[in-house]
């Protein structure tokens, strides 16, 4: 990868934390944009499904463990999933 390309990937993922974490506007969520179009291969969810986790390992202390049924319907479509 051309410096240059990896200095887009590094702020494109950069600018995804942020939004994940606090949110863009203006110039910020424009560049995040450019550089989504610039990098379509780039996960653009991934900051947000790592921040989402981190929130969830933080609270899990308080969450009730799921029906064992639904545990079980979840597992089966996790493992169709993927087949």
Do not use: K
């Not at 200095?7 to 994940?20: D, T, Y």
């Not at 506007?25 to 900051?47: F, K």
């Amino acid at each position: 990868m051309s410096p240059a390309r990896e200095h887009q990937r590094r702020r494109l993922l950069s600018l995804l934390a942020e939004r994940a974490v606090f949110g863009l506007e203006g110039r910020r969520q424009s560049e995040l944009t450019n550089l989504m179009a610039a990098l379509p291969d780039l996960d653009a969810q991934c900051m947000d499904r790592a921040a989402a986790a981190v929130v969830l390992a933080g609270s899990a202390s308080g969450l009730e463990p799921l029906p064992p049924r639904l545990r079980s319907a979840i597992r089966r479509t996790a493992s169709e999933y993927q087949s």
